[in-house]
């Protein structure tokens, strides 16, 4: 599950018109062309390398749940006081905004997310989870560790920014709306660049992969109660089965992606939940289900959701049900 996540609901990774790196950082050509060189011989060394190592077992063996990365946070805090990088906190609860740089514009901020999974670790290793059924099975003690690294190398580099790097420890990234939470602080206004990433087993490592336009999908939850009328078994001419109802809405939700979507605009819609009933001669009053949705794009996201909407409530029509949806409001998990 957990190699699953960070897949479908990592929304923050965007670039918003990215600026030469020459208008915000002051080198000659030379120097210019010699940048990444220089920074990935600077990551190499042992104080920037054995220490990111560090931090990130360290993480490991201590995860936190969404919005409870208090420790996480305070440890991040004390790396960057080291380093003398003046930081913003708490914002949304336990993120923190650093600064490097001019403190004046052009700002361009680099992202990271701090939580773990409520994930049993069953691999035995020296650094293992001291924290029974948490994990960072995310892999986001290693974004903390890159983000801390990346402070660490741009720090020393701060008096040839011409701009601001903006450091962002983002909370909540498992489903809890934490990056949202963020942006409604304010910590994106007047950046004019935001880079993040995911780790990801599927390509060997040093690998950076990428490509234009979306990358992940944008997810939403879905809930409806399917009401009827409950009777006994044997006298189906009673009862309204709400049975029957939320079995052809399934069905009927399965059509939404085969026969409605673009096929080269990649959406999903799963029902992971069908509750009701509990008795082998008893019809019951209502079922619940409810599952996710997913799509690339605002348009295809909103078109989605109005059509589950309506699959839903005239599909039990059919079969004289009535049915109440609900859809997420990001507060809570997927
Ligand atoms: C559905 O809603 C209508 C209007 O409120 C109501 O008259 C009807 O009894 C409901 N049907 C069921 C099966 O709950
Ligand atoms: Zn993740």
């Known amino acids: 599950m957990a190699f699953f996540k960070w897949v479908s609901f990592f929304i923050t990774m965007y670039l918003l018109m990215p600026k030469p790196i020459s208008s915000i950082i002051s080198l000659s050509p030379e120097e210019l062309a010699q940048t990444p060189v220089n920074f990935l011989d600077l990551a190499r060394k042992p104080e920037v390398f054995d220490w990111m190592v560090g931090i990130r077992r360290k993480l490991h063996e201590n995860p936190e749940l969404s919005f409870e990365e208090f420790e996480t946070s305070k440890f991040i805090r004390a790396e960057l006081d080291q380093m003398g990088i003046p930081y913003t906190y708490p914002i949304a609860v336990t993120g923190i905004v650093g600064y490097i740089g001019t403190g004046g514009p052009p700002f361009v901020a680099i992202r990271a997310d701090m939580d773990a999974l409520a994930v049993q670790e069953l691999v035995e290793w020296e ?22 690294g990346a402070a660490k190398m741009l720090q020393e580099l701060r008096h040839k920014l011409l701009g601001t790097v903006v450091l962002l420890f983002q909370p909540a990234e498992e489903g809890w709306g934490g990056a949202k939470k963020m942006v409604d602080a304010g910590v994106l206004e007047n950046v004019e660049a935001i880079f993040g990433l995911h780790v990801s087993p599927s390509y060997p490592i040093g690998t950076v992969a990428s490509r234009p336009g979306p990358l992940t999908a944008g997810s939403g939850r879905f809930g409806a109660v399917i009401s009827g ?33 673009d096929p080269l605009d990649s959406q999903v819609v799963t029902v992971t939940k069908f509750q009701g009933g509990g008795a082998f001669n008893v019809i ?51």
């Open 229 to 261: 009328k409950g009777g006994h078994a044997a006298i189906p001419q009673q009862s309204v089965d709400p049975i029957i109802a939320a079995s052809n809405i399934i069905v009927s939700l399965q059509h939404l992606v085969s026969r409605e979507a």
């Open 127 to 148: 650094h293992k989870s001291k924290i029974p059924g948490k994990m960072h099975a995310c892999g986001h003690d290693a974004h903390v560790a890159m983000l801390l």
């Open 284 to 334: 019951p009053d209502s079922v619940s289900i409810g599952g996710t949705f997913r799509a690339l794009s605002k348009e295809s996201f909103a078109q989605l959701k109005q059509r589950i909407e309506e699959v839903i409530t005239m599909q039990a029509g059919v079969q004289r049900c009535n049915a109440t949806v609900t859809f997420n409001d990001n507060d809570k998990p997927f």
